[in-house]
Each structure stands twice: as structure tokens, then as C-alpha cells.
Antibody, heavy 128, light 107 residues
Framework: QVQLQESGPGLVKPSGTLSLTCAVS?????????????WSWVRQPPGKGLEWIGE???????NYNPSFKSRFTISVDTSQNQISLKVRSVTAADTAVYYC?????????????????WGQGTMVTVSS | DSQLTQSPSSLSASVGDRVTITCRAS??????LNWYQQKPGTAPKLLIY???TLQSGVPSRFSGSGSGTDFTLTISSLHPEDFATYYC?????????FGQGTKVEIK
């Protein structure tokens, strides 16, 4: 079955750039010709709730949370079957577990607009 | 943004208890409301989508209801493995938003 695996540096210095990848295995990120899968990044600061950063379609179309739009960039590499997240000018407030997740939008004729598949998450600490 | 407010923020319950968690949206979101369970150190798991549809493999003791602005997640009889934090999430509009979470603890 389809699985998601995030990877990243673990520790990033303040003002630096954070780069994360989410590898999709067991299936194509493009899906079938009729695929409606969108791929999201969600983060969770230590001891806090879930924050949706944004999403990308295999065509490269993106939607962002306005709270994250200025420093965050989501991209897709269909040849590598992965999505990426880049965060510029990081601060301690960006310390969090970062998850990638799939929203299929529809499954067959059924609307399933929810995050039905998640990676295990990767912890990122911003510290000098 | 469509804000989601969960109540309570935490609760203590015993195995076998019936538990109800509510989620209120700041504007109508039809039935585009999902529920997740998260255990410490693990990713969230989808329980219910579309306000009331049980995700495949989720036990039938979980149920969801509501539409518009008011929604509930009910666990009919709490099992030991149900002690976790529960989040609601709306998919009616962008940005997607989550409730602040409800922690279900052992009494």
C-alpha cells in the first residue's frame, strides 16, 4: 500500500533554510489519470496542536495557509515520487514535527476530503 | 479562516464510559468535518470523514454527527487503547484548519 516517509536535517540554525522531503512509496504521486490526490504538509510544535501549512497537486498547483505563505514553499518532483517543503529564515517558532499527508478529495464516487494517509513525521529543531 | 473550537480541552473517563467531544465551527461548513486520533509520538489517524462516515478499519464504537457549525464525536464505550488526543478538522474551505484538540485521559 502507499506509504509516506519524511526526511530532514533534524537541527537547523536560526535564520537558515530548512528543507524537508516526503517520499511516496507503493504508488505514484501522480496516481491514475483521474487522480484527485493532493499532498499536504502539516506541522505540530512540541506539546501543541496541528497546523496546516499547504498542499500541492502533482501538476504543481499549490494552496497555502496565508499564515505560512511568505517563507514556505512546497514543490513536487514526480520523477522522484516525492514532495518537498522549504522554509526560509527559520526561527525557534518553526521547531516542530513536520508531517506530510495525503488528501484524496474523492475515492471513486465518494467525497473523501480528509487526510487519510500520514507519514510518521520528522522532528525539526531550530537552535544555534 | 474557518475557526474550529473543541470542547472540552481535556476529560477524564473510565474504561466503558461513553464519551462525547464537540467541535464548533465559526461559520457553516456543511458536513466537511473530519475527526482524527493521535497518540503520543505518532501521526494522527483518520477516524471519521464527512462528519459521520467511519474510515475503513475504525471500530464501530466511534461515531460522528452534525452539520453546519456543530459537530460531535462519540465513543460509545471507551477502550484502553482510546486514551489519546482527538482533533477535528474542516475541509470546507482553505486554509484547512484544526481544532485545538481534546485529550482523553484515564480517570
Amino acid at each position: 500500500q502507499v506509504q509516506l516517509q519524511e526526511s530532514g536535517p533534524g537541527l537547523v540554525k536560526p535564520s537558515g533554510t530548512l528543507s524537508l522531503t516526503c517520499a511516496v512509496s507503493g504508488g505514484s504521486i501522480s496516481g491514475s489519470l483521474s487522480s484527485t490526490d493532493w499532498w499536504s504538509w502539516v506541522r505540530q510544535p512540541p506539546g501543541k496542536g496541528l497546523e496546516w501549512i499547504g498542499e500541492i497537486y502533482h501538476s504543481g498547483s499549490t494552496n497555502y495557509n496565508p499564515s505560512f505563505k511568505s517563507r514556505f514553499t512546497i514543490s513536487v518532483d514526480t520523477s522522484q515520487n516525492q514532495i518537498s517543503l522549504k522554509v526560509r529564515s527559520v526561527t525557534a517558532a518553526d521547531t516542530a514535527v513536520y508531517y506530510c499527508a495525503r488528501d484524496p478529495r474523492t475515492v471513486g464516487a465518494t467525497i473523501v476530503d480528509a487526510f487519510d494517509l500520514w507519514g510518521q513525521g520528522t522532528m525539526v529543531t531550530v537552535s544555534s | 479562516d474557518s475557526q474550529l473550537t473543541q470542547s472540552p480541552s481535556s476529560l477524564s473517563a473510565s474504561v466503558g464510559d461513553r464519551v462525547t467531544i464537540t467541535c464548533r465551527a465559526s461559520q457553516s461548513i456543511s458536513t466537511y468535518l473530519n475527526w482524527y486520533q493521535q497518540k503520543p509520538g505518532t501521526a494522527p489517524k483518520l477516524l471519521i470523514y464527512g462528519a459521520s462516515t467511519l474510515q475503513s478499519g475504525v471500530p464501530s464504537r466511534f461515531s460522528g454527527s452534525g452539520s453546519g457549525t456543530d459537530f460531535t464525536l462519540t465513543i460509545s464505550s471507551l477502550h484502553p487503547e482510546d486514551f489519546a488526543t482527538y482533533y477535528c478538522q474542516q475541509s470546507y474551505t482553505s486554509p484547512r484548519t484544526f481544532g485545538q484538540g481534546t485529550k482523553v485521559e484515564i480517570k
